[in-house]
């Protein structure tokens, strides 16, 4: 995912210097990369899962392996859209930021770790700290072009409340029940 970061930055560049060629030669590794993050992602998910389980028991390890799964097909699917729409710049470059911040959760999620006086940090961190900068784009967009693009309006309330229902659901027993049974379609033991 670091190498997303870098290759998002590097493209982005690559447009304001007018290097289209370039930018487009680096987005058939982009296609690649993107779709070798979904699988590895859902490698370390399952990886993690047998982990956390020792250490938090099942209900828990269930509850936060789910996200594990749901954000790098979030993270997918938007760069797919992207690249499906690369002739139509204005949905391109706002999908492909969208499938860049969506992968950040994570990455926020750890700053619980140097705020431990913060009460809720999955909430704080895993929610709202997420969402702000895609909220903060779309604002950008609102102000700047004079209208939320159409990206900001279907998939922005859609990642929001795929974030909702991650921070608020994660321990209830469908959610869990989801979890066992995605985790047993990948292949994952028996709790």
């Not at 705020?115 to 961190?125: A, K, R, Y």
């Not at 903060?136 to 859609?158: E, K, M, S």
Request: net charge positive.
């Amino acid at each position: 995912m670091f190498c997303w970061i870098f290759l998002f930055l590097t493209q982005t560049i690559l447009i304001s210097t007018r290097n289209v060629r370039l930018h487009m030669r680096l987005g058939l590794g982009g296609a690649i990369l993107a779709a070798t993050i979904v699988p590895f992602a859902f490698a370390a998910g399952l990886s993690i899962l047998g982990r956390d389980i020792g250490l938090m028991g099942v209900d828990a390890a269930y509850s936060a392996f789910l996200p594990t799964i749901i954000e790098p097909l979030l993270f997918g699917a938007l760069v797919a859209a992207a690249i499906a729409l690369r002739r139509r710049p204005d949905f391109h470059k706002r999908l492909m930021l969208l499938a860049t911040l969506s992968i950040l959760g994570p990455a926020w999620f750890r700053f619980r770790h140097f705020f431990p006086s913060v009460e809720n940090p999955l909430v704080v961190f895993g929610f709202w700290l997420a969402i702000t900068p895609m909220i903060g784009a779309a604002i950008w967009d609102a102000l700047t072009q004079g209208r939320a693009h159409p990206v900001y309006l279907t998939a922005l309330p859609a990642l929001i409340a795929v974030y909702a229902v991650e921070v608020w659901g994660g321990g209830h027993p469908a959610f869990i029940a989801a979890s066992k049974a995605v985790a047993g379609l990948l292949g994952a033991p028996a709790p």
